[in-house]
């Protein structure tokens, strides 16, 4: 811990201790001078001052030779070595004389693991089949939940629960049949291993492997689709946040039972990061340990916040509770030795302002008057300097995705506490639910979030020369953080409509269908009232997001590689386009009703009606193509057009059950379209419409108060 007095001191290597004991068992491990009793490994050289530190260093470097033993030690595994090795240090450590020495596979052959087993190739759970569903999953999903150190993992160390639940979720990416019912049943082994282990011991929940392995198990649970599963992933988050709370393991001044049964106490030390005399190996897995103890919570918090968000649900976590400081850079995190880590670490916080000009002028700079310090003064009044973390939000898309959900949790309980203080029931009111300030502040929020993020250069997009996209590991979690943003945009505008009608579901596919059904066109009386500014502000995000949601081989751009709450979020921007579409295609048919164009030259986008001129943009985003020309035709094929698309992308996403579910009452919704849309639209008569001025009709007289259609976009009483 920082600050903490070291008394004690070795007289061999000057290495410094706060107990006397860690300097015995230091100085009889690598010095052996002590006279004590003396217990030496069976397998190496290593000698130790009680039996069970050499029994916990036969568990950690001699698995396999204690499994041969007792079948019973198997659920004994220590916390951080199961995931990253000890570290090397100074003088003869018992790793450095295990590593002389050959794998002891050989000389232990079929050994049983009673609880943890792998099973047989008839239950086509192979070792080859565990590897391949282990690649898949770091191929395609660790890069949206970084929760595992993936340069330190190693499948033939690692503990048997936590290798279940990355098989679980990496079979989904197999080309092999039944992928579901294989992922469903390394779900049930793993999550069930997982309770053994920690039935009678609480504190093995700090074991750095042990809440990442139940993240995994819950996010699959949530995401398969399957009700029993999804209920199973309620517990798993119920227990967890209880479990961080009772533990106290939401802030780092926790002492976790891997630090104090560690054999070596510099695991964790953040004081350890400037002390010279460290080797760089000790001082890189101390980093591995206490980063991955704080994405375990951050993750945590992102779980907690997509039910929130699925089910409309209460969140169980809140962010004040987090003592942590955000996230490294994800480039710092997937360093794959410590050379690199330490290069790294000492390049990200260079700034474009670091070098100095020795042939600058080196006078003072003129003075720029009282009126512009206090001008000056008020727009900067109560700032603080830009934190560390937020100057890495470039290369950091962990974080950026963990504050954008933090601000959409934000704008939430801003919208919940607005329904229940300011929105009248039973009339129409104005679509935002949100004040003037509160909009402005988490928009402002959105837009500096905005400024530290890259943007245009993470995907080969359509319109995006080749040469000028960049490759990078961390696409997917960029791609997570984009549709996290617009969609928080939006709902500023256009809130949930699970949230605001009150709707709790229990399941994400009742999740789904209740959107879908939320999201029908209604009539006038029944939908709130979409103001001009609106409709731009849902535009701006919608010509954005859409092209980020719509995922193709020529965008340089899996859809395996999307997270499943991604996909959902992506679900509930095109239903918000959706009901933009249906509003428009009925005013600019009015309009077009009202105006005799029939001798009129073909107009551009920038002479066409609001109304028109946002459908044309909407389908230019959806078909790929510019919004210029004109078109005399219906408006209604804009509507179709629009939910084939939707119904097209989501059914693109395979890997997840999601995307099906999604594009499944996109279709349904068609299909009722379909038939509707055969009757008239009951558009007012030209008396009805204001003229426009000239051949350009303003943005604020688009008047989509005063239309009247019978079967409009509703918002309202019922609304969402």
């Not at 004109?630 to 209604?636: K, Q, T």
Request: with cysteine; charged share 20%; hydrophobic share 35%.
């Amino acid at each position: 811990m920082n600050g903490t007095v070291r008394p004690f001191k070795c007289k061999t290597c000057a290495k410094v201790f706060t107990r006397q004991e860690n300097l015995k068992r230091h100085e009889q491990t690598h010095h052996k001078k002590s006279s004590g009793p003396s217990f030496q490994c069976p397998q190496c050289s290593a000698s130790f001052l009680r039996s069970d530190l050499r029994k916990r260093h036969i568990r950690n470097c001699h698995p396999l030779t204690e499994l041969s033993q007792s079948s019973v030690s198997a659920l004994q595994w220590d916390s951080l070595e199961n995931q990253l090795p000890l570290p090397n240090v100074e003088g003869t450590s018992p790793l450095e004389l295990n590593n002389r020495f050959p794998p002891q596979n050989e000389a232990i052959p079929n050994i049983s693991l009673p609880l943890f087993e792998m099973g047989n190739d008839a239950e086509g759970f192979s070792f080859a089949k565990e590897s391949l569903c282990s690649d898949a999953y770091f191929t395609h999903f660790h890069s949206a939940l970084p929760v595992i150190h993936k340069p330190s993992f190693d499948p033939t160390t690692s503990p048997e629960p936590l290798l279940k639940a990355i098989a679980a979720i990496g079979a989904l990416y197999t080309v092999a049949g039944e992928k579901i019912g294989q992922s469903r049943a390394r779900f049930d082994s793993g999550s069930q291993a997982l309770e053994t282990y920690v039935k009678n011991d609480r504190t093995r929940f700090q074991d750095p492997w042990v809440i990442p392995a139940y993240l995994l198990l819950e996010t699959f649970g949530m995401y398969c689709c399957d009700d029993q599963l999804f209920l199973k992933a309620q517990n798993i988050h119920r227990n967890l946040v209880d479990v961080v709370r009772e533990l106290q393991m939401t802030h780092d001044g926790q002492l976790s039972r891997s630090d104090t049964d560690s054999m070596d106490e510099n695991l964790g030390r953040s004081d350890l990061m400037d002390d010279a005399s460290t080797p760089l190996d000790v001082i890189w897995r101390s980093f591995i340990h206490s980063e991955l103890r704080k994405r375990t919570i951050y993750s945590l918090y992102l779980l907690d916040s997509q039910f929130a968000i699925i089910c409309n649900v209460r969140p169980l976590m809140s962010a004040l509770e987090i003592k942590y400081d955000l996230p490294c850079s994800d480039d710092l995190w997937d360093a794959p030795t410590a050379a690199e880590w330490d290069a790294l670490r000492h390049q990200q916080f260079s700034s474009f302002n670091d070098q100095d000009d020795e042939g600058g002028f080196r006078g003072g700079r003129p003075s720029q008057g009282t009126f512009y310090e206090s001008t000056q003064y008020l727009l900067q009044h109560g700032s603080r300097r830009m934190s560390n973390s937020l100057r890495l939000l470039w290369s950091s898309p962990f974080t950026a995705l963990i504050l954008v959900t933090q601000l959409q949790m934000m704008s939430r309980d801003l919208t919940h506490a607005n329904c229940l203080l300011e929105r009248p029931m039973g009339s129409q009111t104005h679509l935002s639910v949100l004040l003037e300030n509160q909009y402005g502040q988490i928009a402002q929020a959105l837009r500096n979030i905005l400024d530290l993020t890259p943007r245009g250069q993470l995907y080969n997009r359509p319109e995006m020369p080749l040469e000028t996209a960049t490759s990078t590991s961390h696409a997917p979690l960029w791609h997570s953080f984009w549709i996290m943003w617009y969609y928080t945009s939006i709902t500023l505008t256009h809130p949930d409509s699970l949230l605001v009608t009150g709707t709790v579901e229990s399941n994400l596919p009742a999740a789904i269908a209740t959107a879908g059904h939320l999201a029908r066109p209604r009539i006038k009386k029944n939908r709130d009232i979409y103001e001009d500014r609106d409709v731009f502000r849902i535009l701006n995000d919608l010509e954005r997001a859409i092209p980020e949601i719509d995922i193709r081989p020529s965008n340089g751009f899996s859809e395996y590689t999307e997270h499943p709450f991604t996909t959902f979020l992506g679900f509930k921007i095109c239903l918000v386009g959706w009901r933009v579409v249906r509003l428009m295609v009925g005013k600019a048919s009015g309009d077009s009703r009202s105006q005799d164009r029939s001798n009129s030259p073909p107009s551009s986008i920038y002479q066409c009606s609001p109304a028109e001129y946002v459908l044309r943009s909407i389908r230019s985003c959806t078909q790929n193509e510019k919004p210029d020309g004109h078109d005399s035709g219906s408006f209604e094929p804009y509507e179709t057009d629009y939910l084939q698309w939707a119904a097209r992308t989501f059914a693109h996403r395979q890997s997840w059950p999601v995307g099906k579910w999604q594009s499944a009452i996109i279709e349904e919704s068609l299909g009722t379209f379909s038939i509707t849309h055969s009757l008239p639209l009951m558009v007012p008569s030209p008396s009805q419409i204001p003229m426009p001025q000239g051949d350009i009709q303003l943005a604020t007289e688009l008047g989509l108060a005063d239309l009247g259609m019978g079967d409009q976009v509703w918002m309202g009483s019922e609304m969402g």
